[in-house]
Nanobody, 123 residues
Framework: QVQLVESGGGLVQAGGSLRLSCAASGSTFSNYAVGWFRQAPGNEREFVGAISWAGGTTYYADSVKGRFTISRDNAKNTVYLQANKLKPEDTAVYYC????????????????WGQGTQVTVSS
């Protein structure tokens, strides 16, 4: 069993940056791949990016490629989403998703979800 807690969201102007965190407890976090998703009001949940259990593999949605970076510190049981050059269309609730299987995470089928953190980008 894994519990995930996101933090780091907030209000930022377009062009600014935020670093979101996904902190895990309850199990050996280094065994899990982690994905980030987001959902804006009225929209479906959207894949943002994912990282493998050891951090050696990352991949991103085209909409954030080159602006967002995912990293992890397994000693701290935390995965980070560094979001740079933010745009108003990045406004959403951001969630992390964890699973032992990278493919499950990438498809949003991971077993564990956090409660989300709100990111609002003003123009």
């Amino acid at each position: 069993q894994v519990q995930l807690v996101e933090s780091g969201g907030g209000l930022v102007q377009a062009g600014g940056s935020l670093r979101l965190s996904c902190a895990a407890s309850g199990s050996t976090f280094s065994n899990y791949a982690v994905g980030w998703f987001r959902q804006a009001p009225g929209n479906e949940r959207e894949f943002v990016g994912a990282i493998s259990w050891a951090g050696g593999t990352t991949y991103y949605a085209d909409s954030v490629k080159g602006r967002f970076t995912i990293s992890r510190d397994n000693a701290k049981n935390t995965v980070y989403l560094q979001a740079n050059k933010l745009k108003p269309e990045d406004t959403a609730v951001y969630y992390c998703n964890a699973d032992a299987t990278m493919s499950a995470v990438g498809e949003g089928r991971g077993a564990y979800w956090g409660q989300g953190t709100q990111v609002t980008v003003s123009s």
